[in-house]
C-alpha cells in the first residue's frame, strides 16, 4: 500500500511517470525524459515559450499531445488549455484521448479532484468539473476570444510541401 501512494504520489509530480503509469506500453528513452522536463517547466510558469523539434514517430505527440494535457488538468482543473494541430481532426483525436484519459479509474486514482463535467462530450471542447476548459482546433480555425493558461501546436503544417512553403509558414504564424 505505501508503495502504490509513493507511485500515485511520483505519476502527480513527473510528468514521464504519469505517462508510465497511464500507457504500460509507454517506453520511456532518454529524449522523453528531456521532452518531459521542459513540458514540466511550462506547467509551472517558467517556461512561456517551448519549440520541441523531434523527428517524426519518436513519441512526441504522445508525450506532449495526449499526456501532458490531461497531466496538467490533473494539476490545474480550473485552468484553459487550447491544443491546436495542422488537421482539425487531428487535433479532435488529440481532445478525444485526452478526455478518455481522464474518464479512466486509473486517472481518478491520481488525480481525484479532476474529472469531466457532466455536460461535457464533445470530442473536442470539453469542461473539468472544476471549471477549466480543453479546446482543440485546426491551426487554420478560430480561437478568436479564447483564452488558455497553456496552448500547444503539435505539427502545424499539414505536409513537408505546407512547411517549405513560405506562403503556408506565413498563414500559420
Known sequence: M?????????ARKSLVAFTERTNPTYRTADHHRVIAAHLERVASGECKRLMLQVPPRHGKSELASKRFPAWYLGRYPE??????????????????????????PEY??????????EDSKAKGKWHTSEGGIYYSVGVDGGVLGRGAHVALIDDPYATRADAESATVRKAVS
Open 2 to 10: 505505501l508503495t502504490e501512494l509513493l507511485n500515485r504520489r511520483k
Open 79 to 104: 485552468r484553459q488549455f487550447i491544443s491546436a494541430s495542422a488537421i482539425a481532426e487531428l487535433a479532435v483525436d488529440f481532445g478525444r484521448d485526452v478526455k478518455n484519459l481522464i474518464d479512466t
Open 108 to 117: 481518478q486514482a491520481l488525480f481525484p479532484n479532476t474529472s469531466l463535467a
